[in-house]
């Protein structure tokens, strides 16, 4: 079976920092690019990182660059995003996403999501 479990989210202070993980399983993720996406309630969803899927590249939205770094570990099949001086504007569910194309056909997979909320 598929699946993206993401974790490491929760209530952190402005200032702080946090680290998201993305375990997945059915699948490797070596073949995989990346990507963190965050929602807030009633907007749309936000690509907030990229990673290629040898690692050899990654992209910021420009409100996270110099503060969020996204990373991955093929042997343990786990992306991750380091999230450092967060502010408020940074609440929201976390998801994680793979997607590559085989022989023409995409694949595309999501995690069920994170809630990280930065408030004092």
């Known amino acids: 079976q598929v699946q993206l479990v993401e974790s490491g989210g929760g209530l952190v202070q402005p200032g702080g920092s946090l680290r998201l993980s993305c375990a997945a399983s059915?699948?490797?993720?070596?073949?995989?690019?990346m990507r963190w996406y965050r929602q807030v309630s009633g907007k749309e969803r936000e690509l907030v990182a990229y990673i290629t899927s040898n690692g050899g590249g990654t992209s910021y939205v420009d409100s996270v660059k110099g503060r969020f770094t996204i990373s991955r570990d093929n042997a343990k099949n786990t992306l991750y995003l380091q999230m450092n001086s967060l502010n408020s504007e940074d609440t929201a569910v976390y998801y994680c996403n793979a997607r590559t194309v085989v022989n023409g056909r995409g694949y595309v997979y999501w995690g069920q999501g994170t809630q990280v909320t930065v408030s004092s």
């Open positions: 059915g699948f490797a993720i070596s073949s995989y690019a």
